[in-house]
Structure formats: C-alpha cells, structure tokens
C-alpha cells in the first residue's frame, strides 16, 4: 500500500482550471462530494455542449469569473437533509504537492466557514485525515510535477 499524505482537518487547495490559487476548505470525510460555493452561476452552450459560469470571491473580497463544461447534475443531500440539484464539474485540484482532477458541485456555501468542502471522493487513495491538525501543507502548495 503506498503511503498516504496526512491533512488536516482544513487545508488550503488551488483549483488553477477554475483560476483559483488558493481557497480555504474543510476536509470533510462525512461529504461524499466536494462543493464550492459561488455567489452566482448561470447556464449557456458552448459548442453546442452544456457549460456552466459562475463568480466567486474565494479570498473573500476579489471575484473571480470562470466557465466549465457541466460534468453532472445530481441532487445531493446536504447536512440538514435538504436535497437540492446541483451542477458537477470535473477540475483539477492542488494539495499538498499532488494534482488530481475531482468532481465538484456549485453550491451556495454562505454563512460557512469555509467557500470550499472537500469530500471523500476527492481524497480517496492519496490522503488521510488527522482531525487534530490545521493546514499542514501552507497556503499554496507547490505541486509535484508528474514523472
């Protein structure tokens, strides 16, 4: 089994598809998906395939326009049991020196703590968490290239 990369229970994370160089998230064991929020999304076509846009202020004051192709739509079960459907992307991720590409949902995440869950899907076969720990890998981390 190869070794596991320990985070904390809260990392920073990029999303460099999406333009975000670092976004605050909680590591969320209990989410089976990671979510995203957005103070506003809208739809259009592009090459006559679904994308979504979207706006963001992950730093809390600089907003950020970005476009991506609809991955999904699924209703998802959020902790209160609220099910609302939501559109999925498919981006790619940087934590802790590694890059993956992971599903995420556009949500409106207002009034939390962090504009960034990270879901168990996100971090399966490469991290573990130790729920005792903070951001144990800085505020960007520098990303292996691959080999």
């Known amino acids: 089994m190869a070794t596991r990369i320990v985070l904390g229970w809260r990392e920073w994370a990029a999303l460099p598809g999406l333009g975000i160089a670092a976004v605050r ?3 969320d064991t209990g989410a089976r998906s990671s979510a995203l929020h957005v103070d506003a999304q809208w739809r259009f076509r ?3 395939a679904p994308w979504v846009g979207f ?4 730093d809390g004051s600089r907003a950020i326009e970005a476009a991506a192709p609809v991955f999904d739509e699924r209703d998802v079960t959020d ?5 609302t459907r939501r559109v999925f992307l498919r981006t790619g991720m940087q934590l802790a ?10 949500s409106d995440r207002r009034g939390m703590l962090f504009p960034m869950l990270l879901g168990r899907t996100a971090i399966a076969r490469a991290f573990t968490v130790d729920p005792a ?7 960007t981390p ?4 691959p080999a």
């Open 133 to 139: 720990r903070s951001f144990l890998h800085g505020r």
């Open 55 to 58: 706006r963001l202020s992950p």
């Open 142 to 145: 520098p990303v292996n290239p």
């Open 46 to 48: 592009e090459g006559g």
């Open 97 to 106: 020196g590694i890059e993956r590409e992971i599903e995420i949902n556009l």
């Open 79 to 83: 902790s209160g049991g609220h099910r």
């Open 25 to 27: 998230a909680k590591v």
